[in-house]
């Protein structure tokens, strides 16, 4: 006893504080963590019931809704979820499973080739006598408006460099890399005109579209109409382009569906090659723009596979659909009836669409191309001018969807509290006086109730 109270009594005073302040500063940070992960529930719970008060409120609860929302950080935490698992519609939202399904078989370094070969060998002065031929594989960048490639310019240009000065046939355009397949199935008759809904090929230009100048008396205004051969709109464009450079061209632009082409003769050399940018770049226009003409291609593509086989529809979605499954995505949760959207024969679930998503976001190979690509709330893309001055603002990467009757958005959240969340939330079936915006700012709310969250369970 006595050493023991000498040894105590040999400790300084401040140590003798300490140890007796340690058990209750102990207590108060484990109670100070308690406080903070209910205070994060709380959030969470909070966050759920706003939520839902939205979708259940008149006149939204007549909306067919389906929706997820989980975190990413913390795998099983489902912060709101309602009819995850039915089928909808989900306008361009079908993009997420078109892009995601071609990164992973095509690779983000993928890309288009086009090449040119004569029917004759080029002859001393310089003459091709006979055709040339212009194989496509699908680019879809091609053209001469800004954020396309000059492709036409680059092929005239080395037709001169290998000495071409005249070509006394035709500019003959060979589209066979895909089917003939310039729509996809389910796409609606009157939507056919429109810049949207422009016709695939394997060769393309200018997105297959044309500026259609009305007179003044019909209309203020010009507009973009689809044209209706896309061979055509190449093979014209470049027999411009060689002319433009100095090479005579006798014949005509022509379609080898049309008017074929004499033999290409074995082993004709290729007198110019042009490859398209990246997949990884093309992504960019695909999904900021939703540009669905790009994902109708990158569809084809995926359905080549090897040179010798045609690209076609049908076989780039079971392909997407044999990948999807491969990630553990439900067969039947998901009918994908083509690469854009525009087909309402396109069904899936807010599940289905969240498991490509994690996938993606999960993949080191993948993730970084992919987050690029999404358009970032309040800053560019289909999201530009939605959720700026919220808490959403750069914060949400998600793809949108949009149709009569159907509204979507799928993608990211990354909250001020610094968690990442993904989400799907699918509108279907609404009518007047409920309108597509009514539809958007209750999507929207519902993504910055979370993106506001500004803490983390522990």
């Not at 569809?299 to 990948?323: N, Y």
């Not at 396109?346 to 358009?375: C, F, I, K, Q």
Request: proline share 6%; with cysteine.
């Amino acid at each position: 006893m006595g050493s023991s109270r000498r040894y105590q009594s040999r400790l300084p005073l401040r140590a003798v504080a300490f140890l007796l302040i340690l058990p209750a500063t102990a207590c108060a940070t484990h109670a100070r963590g308690r406080l903070a992960h209910a205070a994060a529930s709380n959030e969470r719970v909070t966050a759920s019931k706003d939520i839902a008060a939205l979708f259940a409120a008149p006149p939204m609860h007549r909306v067919i809704w389906g929706a997820v929302i989980k975190s990413l950080d913390r795998p099983g935490d489902v912060v709101f979820s309602l009819n995850p698992d039915q089928l909808l519609v989900p306008a361009s939202n079908t993009k997420i499973l078109t892009v995601a399904a071609a990164a992973d078989r095509l690779g983000w370094d993928f890309t288009f080739e086009t090449t040119a070969r004569a029917t004759t060998p080029i002859d001393r002065d310089g003459i091709i006598r006979g055709d040339l031929v212009v194989r496509g594989s699908g680019d879809p960048t091609a053209g001469d408006r800004p954020k396309l490639s000059a492709t036409v310019t680059a092929i005239a240009d080395a037709l001169w460099q290998h000495g071409v000065r005249r070509i006394e046939g035709r500019i003959v355009g060979d589209d066979d890399a895909f089917l003939d397949e310039p729509y996809g199935a389910g796409w609606a008759w009157d939507d056919l005109p429109f810049s949207y809904s422009a016709p695939i090929g394997a060769l393309n230009y200018n997105e297959n579209v044309r500026l259609d100048v009305q007179s003044p008396a019909a209309s203020d205004t010009a507009r973009y109409t689809a044209v209706q051969n896309p061979t055509i709109a190449f093979t014209g464009a470049l027999r411009a382009a060689i002319v433009a450079r100095g090479i005579a061209v006798v014949g005509n632009a022509a379609d080898i569906d049309v008017s074929p082409p004499g033999p290409l003769p074995p082993g004709a050399p290729v007198l110019a090659s042009y490859r398209s940018s990246p997949l990884s770049e093309i992504a960019v226009r695909l999904l900021k723009s939703s540009q669905n003409l790009y994902a109708e291609v990158v569809v084809r593509a995926v359905g080549r596979g090897a040179e010798d086989q045609a690209g076609s529809s049908q076989a780039g979605l079971e392909a997407i659909r044999q990948t999807l499954t491969d990630w553990g995505v439900d067969p039947g949760a998901l009918a994908q009836a083509d690469g854009s959207g525009l087909s309402r024969y396109n069904l899936v679930t807010p599940t289905a669409l969240t498991m490509v998503l994690e996938h993606m976001y999960g993949d080191a190979r993948l993730r970084s191309a992919w987050m690029a690509a999404l358009p970032i709330a309040g800053v560019d893309g289909t999201l530009e001018n939605r959720m700026k001055g919220t808490p959403a603002e750069g914060r949400v990467l998600a793809k949108t969807g949009s149709l009569s009757s159907v509204r979507a958005l799928s993608g990211y959240i990354h909250a001020r509290s610094g968690e990442w969340f993904v989400f799907s939330i699918l509108a279907n079936n609404f009518a007047p006086p409920t309108t597509s915006s009514d539809i958007d700012r209750i999507i929207d709310y519902a993504v910055e109730r979370i993106a506001a969250m500004s803490s983390t369970p522990n």
